[in-house]
């Protein structure tokens, strides 16, 4: 399973952006999908994710701004980001999780998010 994304930038305080993961392979295992972020001398430290059932959990940081979401068809995955803000710029990776035969994730390549303010 490889993963690209996309839709990063730069953006003013106040405005939105939408990151989109998509996945080549064989996703029939994975079962669980989100963001992580990590600004520089930051930990990397989760965004949101979504579960095979619909399920999300948002960090406290961004819950009412940032909405994850999949679409199965294109096997992707975005998060959608409203009203950011400066201390939101980092380096935005999206996973897919999967649990079986063990757990494992596959990871993207980071897109760079940047709010000026």
């Known amino acids: 399973v490889q993963l690209v994304e996309s839709g990063g930038g730069l953006v003013q305080a106040g405005g939105s952006l939408r990151v989109s993961c998509t996945a080549s392979g064989s996703t029939s295992s994975i079962s669980d999908w989100g963001w992580y972020r990590q600004a520089p001398g930051n930990r990397r430290e989760l965004v949101a994710s979504?579960?095979?059932?619909?399920?999300?959990n948002y960090a406290d940081s961004v819950k009412g701004r940032f909405t994850v979401s999949i679409d199965g068809a294109s096997n992707t995955v975005y998060l959608q980001m409203n009203s950011l803000k400066p201390e939101d710029t980092a380096v935005y990776y999206c996973?897919?999780?999967?649990?079986?035969?063990?757990?494992?994730?596959?990871w993207g390549q980071g897109t760079q998010v940047t709010v000026s303010s």
């Open positions: 979504i579960n095979k059932g619909g399920t999300t």
């Open positions: 996973y897919f999780r999967t649990f079986y035969p063990r757990e494992y994730a596959y």
